[in-house]
């Protein structure tokens, strides 16, 4: 019995993998994440690789006093004003812009000084609320919300975040961090790390924004344009070799440097780095519901 075929299998998991990696670090969309996750999910299954489902035990949205612990955490580093990142983030139209996890943010409304606000993506709507706070005297601001969709098709039942803006040194921490509680949990397995990357992806691109003045529409262009070259160098390797020699490339290009200009979430941390930055804002605690 050979075992060429199998050989083969293993090399194309392989590659898939390593490209699903890539995609977690810089890539182009959640959707592509998605699709080679399922791929590599579909290939392992073949190979008679089982899949266990773990309950991850999410902690409440409501914790005790005024503290949330996002478990989803993003920070990146910005070389600009204040007013500016605030504008491009506080201003719904621009923030829908930068931030792929959100196609449309509408203002719907304002309530004891918080904002109401509706948003869909791909269709699925859903509603929220925030309230952002700035404090001159520090030169810093904070920003909190609650959000909920009773959408069928939304992983997202509700959820609760924050965002932190700091000034340090040469620009300003802009920081976040949420959780949420998901409709379906198994599907939140693929679909909370996901979210954890697109929100990263999405943080360096209001970066570029912010200080290259690269318009997010640019970035993903020269996103997809990266993507698709270390793509195309993969299927090269592998016309002209054969799947070992696939996954050979799939593997150099996993650690080829995006250029500056491409966006990636391998440039933001991805964990507080002390427990303030981990820790929700006071206004969170009293917020109301979406």
Not at 4 to 11: F, G, K, R, T
Not at 111 to 117: E, I, M, Q, S, V
Not at 127 to 142: E, F, K, L, M, N
Not at 224 to 253: H, S, W
């Amino acid at each position: 019995m050979t075992t060429e075929p199998a050989l083969d299998a293993v090399a194309v998991a392989t590659t898939v993998a390593v490209l699903a990696s890539y995609v977690g670090v810089g890539g182009v969309g959640a959707w592509s994440g998605g699709l080679l996750l399922g791929v590599t999910a579909g290939i392992a299954a073949r190979l008679g690789v089982r899949q266990v489902a773990v309950d991850r035990g999410l902690a409440p949205l409501r914790p005790a006093g005024d503290r949330l612990r996002g478990r989803i955490y993003v920070e990146t580093r910005i070389r600009a004003p204040l007013d500016r990142v605030w504008a491009l983030t506080q201003e719904p139209e621009q923030h829908a812009r930068w931030d792929l996890r959100f196609g449309r943010i509408e203002p719907v409304g304002s309530d004891a000084g918080a904002l109401r606000f509706s948003y869909s993506t791909l269709g699925v709507a859903g509603q929220g609320v925030h309230v952002g706070d700035r404090w001159r005297q520090s030169g810093g601001a904070t920003s909190s919300l609650r959000f909920a969709s009773s959408h069928r098709l939304s992983p997202i039942a509700e959820g609760a975040g924050y965002w932190r803006y700091e000034p340090s040194g040469e620009g300003l921490r802009f920081l976040t961090g949420y959780d949420y509680r998901p409709r379906y949990p198994h599907i939140d397995l693929v679909f909370r790390p996901l979210m954890a990357w697109a929100t990263a992806w999405s943080f360096d691109r209001l970066r570029l924004w912010a200080e290259r003045h690269q318009r997010p529409g640019r970035s993903l262009v020269v996103a997809f344009a990266d993507f698709g070259v270390r793509c195309a160098t993969v299927a090269v390797a592998g016309v002209a070799g054969d799947g070992l020699t696939a996954a050979a490339a799939a593997i150099l290009m996993r650690w080829v440097p995006v250029l500056p200009c491409v966006p990636s979430a391998s440039r933001c941390l991805r964990h507080p780095p002390d427990a303030r930055s981990g820790t929700a804002p006071q206004a969170l605690a009293t917020l109301e519901d979406a």
